[in-house]
């Protein structure tokens, strides 16, 4: 084992006077404040920090930022852990416990490694030629654990998010040089600007890498230029942020990361509560009417035979490693590259101390300065050379450097070297993601190996290395060595080592992609490079391809013997890092997510042991149990209270929607299938409401309070959509019609007394209203006063018995309530829940739509087609009534079914008539058991049912077959007797 | 200002009139634009508003035939809309501001909102707009 520490050097950027504890996988460890997660680990030698996701084969540090393929690691437990944290990123803190997500029964001795072994096995599209018997949910658990996903917390996320809008006139997205250049102008300009860098510190690569900018060391031109931009008066800086998403009209997402501040003792986010005020993330919606991408390049790899192991790192991350944080990735290190960018690092690496064995150069020229300069430093230098092999078990130990042919296609020698780590640079790609995403086209360009952008964008301006520039402006100061540059003039060299096998040349590391895999979607027929991605996997994983896209195009035009700028590119979408889910969702959860509606009566309900559910969006009581009473016994007492003496039912979520207007009653006309034209004031009428398609919507009553004024009622659940399909047809079709349309379904609480004693009870009450039935018969409405409050009394019946349905003020509707109970409780009336209503409009067969209705029911199939076609005057819905499809005689009709043999029938349950040869004739819309007898009743749609009466029906519910007696509805007081009295 | 033809509006203009969001340059160099209407909404009756504001209703301009026309021209009403790729004519309600629905010409591809009319008002002639079926 390494000692604690083993890699750390000389140098800036970390505070070494601020040790933080942390552990790997329970493994204590120290670093410092400044370390990342993944810096803190390659200074402790810890080289493999995950398993790779299909051959568990042993994985290490990669990369330096956002685009790090290998160190995903869990961090934290419990309702905390967050998994698949990418380790470069993350800022270490005292405390912090972070875990491989990829290695069973652990990273180190990891049983999956003799996968590796069965590689030929594993190749594209082996999950789906493999696991198909009987089906991949059988192995799904098994290929997870093993693929090392991370897990997710399965407690209730703890911490708040939000979600917050920005409007500005620039938003410069990336803090480095060039970003910084452009804050500073826009900002200059007058423009409200909005700058955001995904790093803690602003400045880029500017402020570590040595070089100058206009004359002044980058450091300290960066730190000025943030200086400045801070006392300006319109610019916001968003550190630690990350544009993740370019959407539709230049929308753009950015996520922020809120720092946790540690407390005085030093304790890390672990442990400490996070203020509630104080979100863990933002997410942030801009708006500018410019955006400045300058979000750099990234580094790409070489591709030879078993280049993942630990210790081969991206040669710009291990200069990185070594200027922000003092760790040398190895003690004796290779330089690989194509391009000139990597003689920094290896310049840089020497400085320091570490033994770097030598740079080479798939460039079969090298240019005099970097060669001049590599010669000062005494590293050597191997021209058209290029990696072929590289040797260790846990981690790299040798490298075998191939000597290329003149045409670089062979290698005509190969020379080994013992290292422990090899940096390589493969030449940098623009981070071009969020430019694709706003539908900016991308070309592969040979002279730099990489995507570059084809058009211009209305919005975008690109800035600094994404847009390939090289900026002059910027010299080599502390180093000799020029600055990396993402692009330069000079052409790349090779990328991909021409000679090994290709079951080891890894494209993708994340998802454990070869060369050999892209082979085989070749040789399987694979042509377009979206259709190789998905058979392959390349490019698929979190990553999302970043250092693997640009590879993997060459590749598969190198296959395909086309060019690769031929080949086009996979599709870059949103996000361009992974989100949070807490970030999207923002404080939407919960109550927040889906608010309930209380009933007026709420608390009394609460107070006397109603069992709450919810309706729609309404809490209703079910029942209010006594004792230990069940659910379904609660629910049968109460029905048995209302059909032998009283029940009070909370029924205030029932639409009530006023149309007022000299033309309300036409406009009225056009919705029911009924004829309104004969409403006279005082009478409800019952009528049904159609979409166009005839497919009944809603069903209520409509009473006329005078001739201009008019009241309906609509189901509890439809009550808001009523309202907003009368407006949509008032304002677009009929905006003639002069009426104003007002819901007013809160404004009142709705109150009904059901049951033979109802009229003794209500009597008791101070009205000016005659109760009396022959005053205020069945289907009157009456206004007047109740206890000295406005009230208006309907006499409408959904139970079957005398029933008052009594409206007053929302605010009076408690001391109604009592009143009523207080009448009524010495003559057996209860409160009664919402499922004993329910059930008694079962026995009575009146239709519950939504229940015993669906999108196919027109009025005819539940028995209301003459009153449809009586009606001379059009509505909504009346021509579909008489297309062929509404007219057959075979469509699906409401039923009753009598249950024989006692036992239940269940609510979905499929019908089928004697010798049917179809695969059903119906089902059952629903059920239960008569209040009184128990026997077992249904509603149910049958084919042609109307002509079915008295049949026997087979009811079917997951593989137990009933019968059923096919009847007429209503199943209690025929003759409407109880309701009429 | 320019004011707008009398029978629609002009997005952009009716944006700056109703509500002072449109930022422009201080400056003489032009850097800075009116603020485009990026997934925003110009209501004729309030403004510039955010989408989530609003409900769309589909397809405008559709007419609602007679009782006695023939099955296939009602179920052509009933069932057949215009899917453009380029300027489609719908309407939008402002269902969490004023609820009023009004008309608006949408680029089906770039989301851009042409134009925004009142209810009962003729389609606006835009340019490149393929010519859609006689309402
Ligand atoms: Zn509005």
């Known amino acids: ?981 | 200002m320019r004011e707008p033809p009398r029978e629609w509006h002009i997005d952009e203009p009716q944006a700056r009139r109703t509500q002072p969001i449109a930022v422009l340059a201080a400056s003489a160099a032009g850097v800075f634009q009116p603020i485009k209407n990026m997934l925003r909404i110009s209501c004729p009756h309030c403004g510039i508003r955010d989408e989530v504001e609003f409900a769309f209703g589909g397809p405008s301009h559709v007419t609602r035939p007679a009782f006695e026309v023939s099955d296939a021209e009602w179920a052509d009403y009933l069932f057949n809309r215009e899917n453009p790729k380029g300027i489609h004519y719908e309407r939008w309600q402002h269902a969490y501001g004023c609820g009023r629905w009004f008309n608006a010409a949408r680029d089906t591809v770039t989301h851009e909102i042409l134009a925004v009319y009142r209810m009962g008002d003729p389609k606006p002639v835009l340019p490149g707009a393929p010519r859609g079926r006689a309402p």
């Open chain 1, 1 to 981: 084992m390494t000692k604690p520490g083993a890699f750390r050097v000389d140098g800036a950027g970390v505070n070494r006077n601020r040790p933080l504890r942390f552990r790997f996988d329970g493994r204590p460890l120290t670093g410092y404040a400044g370390d990342s997660l993944a810096s803190a680990l390659l200074a402790n030698g810890v080289r493999t920090v995950g398993r790779s996701f299909k051959f568990h084969r042993p994985r290490g540090v990669y990369a330096c930022g956002i685009e790090e393929p290998n160190a995903l690691l869990q961090l934290g437990t419990g309702a905390r852990a967050i998994p698949s944290a990418r380790a470069t990123v993350v800022e270490l803190t005292e405390g912090l416990e972070a875990f491989s997500q990829s290695g069973w029964p652990s990273v180190q001795t990891d049983a999956g490694r003799m996968l590796d072994f069965t590689a030929p096995l594993w190749a594209a599209g082996f999950y789906n030629k493999t696991f198909i018997w009987p089906n991949w949910h059988t192995y799904e658990g098994l290929v997870r654990r093993m693929a090392g996903l991370g897990r997710a917390p399965v407690e209730p996320d703890p911490d708040r998010y939000e979600i917050r809008n920005l409007h500005c006139d620039v938003l410069v997205i990336g803090g480095g040089a060039a970003g910084l250049r452009e804050a500073s102008a826009a900002s200059e300009a007058g423009g409200r600007v909005v700058l955001v860098e995904q790093a803690s510190e602003l400045g880029g690569r500017s402020a570590w890498d040595g070089s100058a900018i206009e004359g002044t060391p980058g450091s300290k031109w960066a730190k000025l230029l943030t200086e400045r931009l801070e006392r300006a008066p319109d610019v916001r800086i968003l550190r630690r942020t990350t544009a993740v998403g370019y959407y539709d009209r230049d929308v753009v997402a950015l996520l922020e990361s809120v720092p946790v501040h540690e407390g005085p003792d030093g304790s890390g986010p672990m442990q400490r509560k996070r203020h509630l005020s104080t979100p863990r993330e933002r997410y942030w919606i801009v708006r500018a009417n410019r955006v400045v991408l300058a979000t750099g390049a990234i580094e790409q790899p070489l591709i030879f035979c078993n280049n993942d192991r630990p210790g081969i790192v991206l040669a710009g991350a291990a200069h990185q490693y070594l200027r922000c944080y003092a760790v040398a990735v190895g003690r004796r290190v290779l330089v690989a590259t194509n391009n000139d960018s990597a003689y920094a690092t290896a310049c840089g690496l020497k400085e320091a101390g570490v033994d770097v064995l030598a740079i080479a150069d798939s460039r079969h020229e090298v240019p005099r300065e970097q060669a001049d300069e590599m010669r000062r430093q005494s590293i050597p230098v191997l021209p058209g050379s290029i990696p072929v092999d590289t040797s260790g078990f846990s981690a790299l130990s040798g490298v075998s450097v191939g000597r290329l042919s003149r045409d670089s296609t062979s290698v005509d020698s190969v020379q080994h070297f013992r290292c422990d780590a090899l940096a390589i640079s493969g030449g940098w790609c623009p981070a071009l993601h969020l430019y694709s995403q706003a539908g900016g086209k991308l070309v592969y360009r040979e002279q730099s190996r990489a995507l570059e952008p084809v058009a211009t964008h209305p919005i975008i301006t690109l800035a600094g290395s994404v847009a390939g520039e090289r900026d002059d402006a910027r010299t080599s100061a502390q180093s000799k060595a020029p600055a990396q540059h993402p692009s330069s003039a000079q052409p790349m060299g090779i990328r991909i080592s021409p000679v090994g096998s290709t079951l080891r040349q890894w494209v993708d590391l994340r998802h454990d992609v070869t060369v050999s895999d892209l082979e085989l979607a070749i040789r399987e027929n694979y042509a377009s490079v979206e259709h190789v991605k998905r058979y392959t996997t390349v490019g698929m994983s979190v990553d999302q391809g970043k250092t693997s896209n640009v590879a993997a195009i060459e590749i598969i035009a190198r296959l395909r013997r086309m060019k690769p700028s031929d080949l086009g590119h996979t599709t870059l979408r949103p996000p361009y890092t992974p989100v949070t889910l807490g970030a999207i969702v923002g404080r939407g959860t919960g109550e927040r997510f889906s608010p309930s509606r209380l009933l007026p009566m709420h608390s009394w309900h609460v107070a006397h042991g109603a069992l709450f559910e919810d309706y729609g969006e309404w809490r209703r009581p079910v029942a209010y149990l006594r004792g230990s009473e069940s659910r379904h016994a609660g629910i049968v007492r109460e029905a048995r209270a209302v059909r032998g003496a009283a029940g009070l039912f909370d029924g205030s979520p029932l639409g009530k929607i006023e149309v007022h207007g000299p033309d309300a009653l036409e406009f009225l006309d056009h919705f029911y299938i009924n004829n309104l034209a004969t409403l006279k004031p005082g009478r409800a009428r019952y009528g049904l409401m159609l979409r166009e398609s005839g497919v009944i919507f809603d069903d209520g009553t409509i009473v006329m309070l005078a001739p201009d004024r008019y009241l309906i009622t609509t189901t509890s659940g439809n009550a808001g959509r009523v309202a907003a399909w009368l407006e949509e047809w008032h304002q677009c079709e009929w905006p003639q019609l002069r009426v104003a349309i007002m819901p007013v379904t809160d404004q009142w609480a709705t109150v009904s007394l059901a049951g033979p004693r109802a009229r003794e009870i209500l009597s008791k009450l101070a009205t000016d209203i005659d109760l009396s039935g022959a005053a205020f018969p069945h289907l009157g409405m009456r206004e007047g006063r109740l206890l000295g409050e406005p009230a208006r009394i309907y006499r409408v019946s959904f139970t079957g018995e005398l029933t008052y349905e009594i409206n007053v003020p929302a605010g009076c509707g408690q001391s109604l309530w009592d009143a009523i109970l207080d009448a009524g409780t010495p003559v057996g009336l209860q409160p009664l829940g919402i499922e004993a209503l329910l059930l008694m409009r079962l026995e009575k067969g009146f239709l519950h739509v939504g229940s015993d209705t669906d999108g196919t029911t027109v009025p005819d199939d539940v028995g209301w087609g003459k009153v449809a076609s009586a009606k001379s005057a059009d509505f909504i819905g009346k021509r579909s009534l008489y297309l062929p499809e509404n007219a057959r005689s075979d469509r699906l009709q409401l039923v009753g079914l009598a249950g024989e043999g006692g036992a239940d029938i269940v609510v979905g349950s499929h019908l089928r008539l004697a010798g049917s040869n179809e695969v059903t004739d119906g089902w059952v819309t629903s059920a239960g058991r008569a209040v009184l007898s128990a026997e077992p009743i249904a509603l149910a749609v049958l084919r042609a049912g109307r002509r079915q009466i008295g049949a026997q029906v087979s009811v079917h519910d997951a593989g137990k077959v009933t019968r059923a007696r096919v009847v007429n509805p209503p199943f209690f007081d025929p003759s409407g007797d109880r309701m009429n009295a």
